[in-house]
């Protein structure tokens, strides 16, 4: 399935292909050599750089490795299938999603395992995902965090005897997202579970990114602390209730996953650590690269930004401003604007200055008097946060350090 992606034909659907490149398969685009710069792209456009995700995928399984912990990445960041192979290529033991019509994605393109990060509570979702697990080597896992869902859950099964459903219980805490909130209600929870013999309770989950005032302070790492120790408190509760030989403890995110490691170890039984950060596959210029664990590492140790925004300077109606013909409709600024990082006329050069808002269409790059910036040039952008930029292109080129189109990656938002 992910091979057949080659063979899709290159339409105006996509948008900042070059015109040349229309009614060609991709195969035969890049049979082209095209380059970013020199091949007529249409700006603006986003691009994933190889060597970039290939040392975030290698660094990130290393690190899980060298924690006895595995990987199961958040694919709601990408959504892109060709990504998701990688890195199951690379020790993945899971896919991570957001609800199950992202999971009918994978499952469509072969990935077996998948976790819901999320509770479901639609029957129809319920029941296929049921339906799924009685499959041989397919298993989705959802979570549970109310009496309340497991009734919808159960009404759903109806008449399904040999369903399976596999579940974790989500931790939370006030002010975050889902999760029960007081340990004590676990195990209450967790004996209505056992008493259903289509319900198996796999483990605990929890998302320590939505905890209020996470940051790289003293003050927030310990509250994530105190929220992972949490936990791993509902895990011990639920120990009994859990048949697999391990309870699976799990956490996400792109941020503290080197907290939540550490934290988890201190299980005092067997367990399966599982952490489920998607952001690192391409990380960013912004976000990540302020708080994420790596930054105090040597270069050669740390994860590399892999997407860029490219964009053409429109016109300059003012001195120091340039405004560009990238915004909000293809670029994220959820968290932060994107970040000027170099430009191109015949080479490239390395720039500063902001981007100080976006409209939908237009950025506006404010410069000061030593950057030498023309109307045509061509600008490369960093970005913060890469979920909100990836659901804005449905075919993105992936490049070399010489920016020649190696692979084109698909997303299904």
């Known amino acids: 399935m992910i091979k057949a992606l ?9 948008k900042g292909f070059p015109l040349a490149a229309e009614g060609r398969s991709i195969e035969e685009f890049l049979e082209s050599k095209p380059n970013l710069l020199t091949s ?7 691009v994933l750089r190889e060597s970039a995700l290939e040392n975030n995928l290698v660094r990130m399984a290393e690190f899980c490795k060298g924690v006895d912990a595995s990987l199961a990445p958040h694919v709601k960041t990408t959504m892109a299938p060709q990504i998701a192979k990688w890195q199951m290529d690379h020790g993945a033991w899971a896919l991570t999603v957001a609800n199950f019509s992202q999971a009918r994605v994978f499952l469509d393109y072969g990935f077996k395992r998948l976790i819901i990060a999320n509770e479901v509570v639609d029957a129809d979702s319920i029941r296929a995902i049921a339906k799924v697990n009685m499959k041989p080597e397919h298993e989705i896992i959802f979570y549970l965090d109310s009496h309340a869902g497991l009734d919808i859950i159960q009404q759903a099964l109806t008449g399904m005897n040999d369903a399976r459903i596999n579940l974790l219980i989500e931790i939370g805490m006030a002010g975050g997202r889902g999760g029960i909130r007081d340990n004590n ?14 319900l198996v309770l796999r483990g605990v989950s929890g998302f320590e990114g939505s905890v209020p005032g996470a940051d790289r302070t003293a003050e927030g790492i ?3 602390r105190t929220f992972c120790q949490k936990i791993v408190d509902a895990a011990k509760i639920l120990r009994p209730y859990v048949p697999s030989e391990k309870i699976i403890i799990s956490g996400g995110g792109s941020a ?5 490691a550490e ?9 399966h650590i599982l952490l489920r950060s998607g952001g690192y596959i391409t990380h960013d210029h ?12 040597p270069l050669a140790r740390r994860f590399v930004p892999a997407i860029e925004l490219w964009a053409r300077v429109l016109t300059q ?8 013909n990238l915004g909000k409709r293809d670029v994220g600024n959820d968290l932060d604007e994107p970040f000027p990082i170099k430009r191109f006329t015949d080479k490239f050069v390395t720039m500063s200055g902001v981007i100080d808002h976006l409209n939908d269409q237009h950025g506006y790059l404010i410069f000061g008097n030593d950057q030498q910036i023309a109307i045509g040039d061509a600008v490369g952008l960093g970005i913060s946060h890469p979920c909100t930029t990836f659901d804005k292109w449905r075919l993105i080129p992936l490049v070399n350090d010489d920016y020649e189109v190696v692979d084109c990656i698909h997303t299904f938002f």
């Open 6 to 14: 080659g063979k899709r034909v290159i339409t105006s659907a996509y």
């Open 40 to 46: 007529g792209f249409q700006f603006p456009m986003a």
């Open 185 to 198: 209600e676990v195990e209450v929870l967790a004996q209505k579970v056992a008493q259903d013999p289509r």
């Open 222 to 224: 310990l509250k994530v």
């Open 256 to 260: 503290y996953f080197e907290i939540v």
């Open 263 to 271: 934290e988890f170890h201190k299980f005092d039984s067997d367990a």
């Open 286 to 297: 912004g976000y990540y690269e302020r708080i994420y664990p790596f930054i105090q590492e």
């Open 317 to 324: 109606p003012e001195p120091g401003l340039a405004i560009l």
